[in-house]
């Protein structure tokens, strides 16, 4: 949301920060900072007649262990904020939001009140924004602004005008970005794949409205997945770095990348290559083929739980369940809190997929603060009894001597509990769909189930589970003939590159028998996913399953998508029954 706040509004939070001596971040301070920071609040103020300056006795509560922070009253007025710009249409959030979100409950906020005894509120000050800005199409709710109907009517009318134009010239001239917006529409959703298409004419361009490199093609793709001048440390460093925020807004407002960029999920080397060390010896494909038994096990366990209803929704029932079971065992956690670890799961992929609302963030913050207690207490018990599973293994010294920090510990232990689910959800539900809907590859794989290991990776290329991955510029470079420039973000298309005709012969067509299958849907380089072999293993052992136990298992119902692919691509339900 940082990169929200407009320069005026970054600067007001920035020098309230300094100001707080008391560890109190208050909304009175916050707010005479917006005043005095940004013109077009502070013309507001003029136009409702406030006083020049506002003043309120600041309420000087102590934080738990002398921490840093917003009050508790500040960070609701920044959610507000949020929601106020976006009611509005806004792309960028501004001091004037933050003021609207004062006067809108002058009651839950210090500064809202000094406001409200100035005479100050919601009505006047969402008339007197119409007035400033009557480009504006909506007004905040229960301001009446006279008006406001024609000019919805004057946009109405050019809107339709240039939908005309674009007609009459040719609509593919205007696709010249990659947005958000296409990414997250439902069409999209449904099937992004001819979007992709259109990408890889210009397998590598710059986007305007994202100012970010896109980069599409198989060769492009691979290819950036292995310099080592792409940097995936994207949270911390390159977007909310020590120049940018202070001390205090990281700590506290925007406290959620100081535990992502500790997982070596967001690191480079060396210190990406030591934690996984740590880690990678418990992921190889011996290893987790020992495993392959008890895996076996537990899908007939949660198959026999629903043989008798001839029916079941194959993602809650089967896919969701059954690799948050394995990797919760490899982390040694107990299975009756797997519900708990499920939202802890959904926030964090909800937090690092895409830009969230700051509603979503605060939400994330509190499960990042109960799940870091909680391995905490986990750390705390394996020292003194360490066992053989994952975390027990991040708390041994490696073949220097030195270990993680129990910072470390934690966040990649929240990482493993995430990723190592959630990815292979998505990899069974998109696997089955294809299968279920191209009856031929099915019966394929019901007569011959040795395919099952290249319909696992026909699965991978076809329907990849993570379809974006972004990494930044750690220096200068020449790429195919563009200039990147140090710290712009680089968007990597690795479901485009999977359905590139210049790699994959026929590239739409769904193949179980498709040889070479040379698909980037687990990265490539230094950073290939850790967990491949346990997601390919997972996904072989279901659908082995399915195949064997319900041979004449079909779709009861069309498959609903996840709403973009920006974070996952895979079903959101999948409703299947058999004979």
């Known amino acids: 949301m940082w990169r929200r706040f407009d320069e005026g509004l970054k600067r007001a939070i920035l020098s309230a920060a300094e100001e707080a001596k008391d560890n109190r971040l208050t909304t009175t301070l916050l707010f005479q900072r917006v005043n005095a920071e940004c013109a077009e609040a502070a013309r507001l103020l003029r136009r409702l007649g406030a006083p020049a300056a506002l003043t309120d006795v600041e309420d000087r509560r102590e934080t738990p262990n002398g921490v840093l922070g917003l009050t508790p009253e500040a960070r609701t007025a920044f959610e507000r904020t949020y929601q106020i710009a976006a009611d509005l249409g ?45 480009r504006r199409l909506r007004a905040p709710e229960g301001v009446d602004v006279p008006g406001l109907a024609a000019r919805r009517l004057k946009k109405g009318v050019r809107a339709a005008a240039g939908r005309a134009a674009r007609l009459t ?16 529409h439902d069409r999209t959703a449904r099937n992004p794949y001819p979007m992709y ?49 202070a001390p205090i807004v990281q700590q506290e407002f925007r406290l959620l990348p100081g535990h992502l960029d500790r997982q070596m999920l967001f690191q480079d080397a060396p210190d990406q290559v030591r934690q996984r060390a740590q880690v990678a010896k418990r992921f190889t494909p011996r290893v987790i083929g020992e495993m392959r038994a008890q895996m076996e096990l537990l899908v007939e366990e949660m198959l026999d ?132 809907t191209r009856p031929d590859q099915w ?49 990597l298309g ?14 739409d067509r769904f193949d179980i028998t498709r040889e070479p299958n040379r698909h980037v849907a687990f990265g490539y380089g230094s950073h290939f996913c850790l967990g491949a072999a346990l997601g390919r293993l997972e996904t072989q052992i279901v659908v082995s399953a399915l195949i064997a136990r319900f041979p004449t298992l079909k779709l009861e119902e069309p498959i609903e998508w996840l709403d973009s692919v920006i974070a996952f691509r895979g079903p959101k339900s999948l409703d299947v029954a058999w004979d």
Not at 229 to 238: E, G, I, K, Q
Not at 373 to 392: A, C, H, K, M, W
């Open 90 to 134: 806004d792309w960028s959030v501004r001091g004037e939001h933050f003021l609207l979100a004062l006067v809108q409950n002058p009651e839950t906020s210090d500064a809202g009140r000094a406001l409200a005894r100035a005479g100050v509120h919601w009505a006047s000050a969402g008339a007197a924004l119409m007035a400033m800005h009557p």
């Open 169 to 184: 010239l040719g609509a593919p001239r205007y696709r010249k970005s990659f947005t958000a917006y296409a990414l997250f």
């Open 197 to 245: 298409s259109w990408m890889r004419r210009k397998p590598v361009f710059w986007d305007p409205r994202m100012r970010q490199w896109v980069v599409t093609g198989y060769a492009d793709v691979s290819a950036a997945l292995a310099e080592n001048r792409l940097s995936l440390r994207s949270f911390s460093p390159s977007v909310l770095s020590d120049e940018e925020l």
């Open 305 to 436: 739980g629903v043989a008798g209803r001839g029916r079941m929704e194959l993602i809650a029932d089967l896919a969701v369940p059954f690799p948050i079971v394995v990797i919760m065992r490899l982390l040694g956690l107990p299975e009756g809190e797997r519900a708990r670890f499920k939202k802890w799961s959904v926030d964090y992929f909800t937090h690092i997929t895409f830009e969230t609302t700051l509603e979503q963030d605060v939400v994330t913050y509190q499960s990042i603060r109960e799940a870091s207690e909680y391995f905490q207490t986990v750390i705390q018990e394996r020292r003194e009894n360490p066992g053989s599973d994952l975390i027990s293994l991040l708390l041994k010294p490696d073949d220097r001597g030195e270990r993680l920090s129990d910072q470390d510990v934690i966040s990649n232990s929240m990482m493993l509990l995430a990723t190592g689910h959630e990815n292979t959800t998505r990899l069974i539900g998109a696997g089955v769909a294809a299968l279920l």
């Open 443 to 491: 019966t394929m794989l019901r007569n011959d189930p040795s395919l099952i290991g290249g319909a696992v990776e026909e699965f991978l290329r076809f329907d990849c589970p993570v379809q974006w991955v972004v990494r930044h510029l750690r220096e200068d470079l020449e790429w195919r003939g563009h200039s990147m420039k140090k710290g712009q973000g680089v968007f």
């Open 494 to 507: 690795l479901a485009a590159a999977n359905r590139d005709p210049a790699q994959f012969p026929d590239p």
